[in-house]
Nanobody, 124 residues
Framework: QVQLAQSGGGLVQPGTFLSLSCVAS????????WAWFRQPPGKEREFVAA??????YYSDSVKGRFSMIRNDAKDTVHLEMNNLKPEDTAVYYC???????????????????WGQGTQVSVSS
């Protein structure tokens, strides 16, 4: 069994930087596809970013502002968020799975393991 533990998050002002981390523990043998999703208040969960086979994928809403960094040696991923906007306010979740086809990386239902979620609030 694999467990994902998230850290980071909080309340920040628009235009600032924030970083989230997610570390996997347990039976982590094998190469994961990692992803970040978020759920804004009152809305459905949405894809943010994914890392698969050396490639990074981003939603249009965060492209150019967010960066996903993975460290396979430490079974860790980070989401670095620059120039945060109020519309980035959401609960953020990391997710991972060992077998995801490329066409499914934006589909949360394709991921087996999930972090506990962390709140990011952007407000002046």
């Amino acid at each position: 069994q694999v467990q994902l533990a998230q850290s980071g998050g909080g309340l920040v002002q628009p235009g600032t930087f924030l970083s989230l981390s997610c570390v996997a523990s347990g039976n982590t043998a094998g190469r994961f596809t990692w992803a970040w999703f978020r759920q804004p208040p009152g809305k459905e969960r949405e894809f943010v970013a994914a890392a698969r086979s050396g490639h990074m994928y981003y939603s249009d809403s965060v492209k150019g502002r967010f960066s996903m960094i993975r460290n396979d040696a430490k079974d860790t991923v980070h989401l670095e968020m620059n120039n945060l906007k109020p519309e980035d306010t959401a609960v953020y979740y990391c997710a991972a799975s060992s077998t995801i086809i490329l066409s499914s990386i934006r589909n949360g239902n394709a991921y087996r393991y999930w972090g506990q979620g962390t709140q990011v609030s952007v407000s002046s």
